[in-house]
């Protein structure tokens, strides 16, 4: 439960950053991947933290998945 609590506060404060960023950015775009200032650089780890982060929600879920099968009785 203690998990699950920190895991939606998280959430939580991850979703309003988002928000609070979306105005700022207007219709520009947040990274600049064209390589000037270093901007190429920023989009490239950006991308590698976004499938990372994809990643280990899937590891996580199908985790989960396997405990919940594992609990219920054999049939």
């Known amino acids: ?6 895991t939606l506060l998280v ?3 991850l979703a309003l950053g988002a928000i ?8 520009q775009q ?3 991947a064209s390589g000037e200032r270093g901007g190429g650089g920023l989009a490239f780890v950006l991308m590698t933290l976004l499938v990372m982060l994809m ?4 590891f996580f879920m199908d985790r989960i998945r ?4 594992e609990q219920q009785p054999s049939q």
Do not use: K
Request: charged letters at 25%; aromatic letters at 4%; proline letters at 4%.
């Open 30 to 32: 947040i990274v600049d």
């Open 55 to 58: 990643w280990a929600a899937l």
């Open 20 to 27: 609070g960023l979306a105005p700022a950015a207007g219709a």
């Open 1 to 6: 439960m203690r998990t699950l609590r920190r």
């Open 11 to 13: 959430s939580a404060l």
């Open 66 to 69: 396997r405990r919940r099968q």
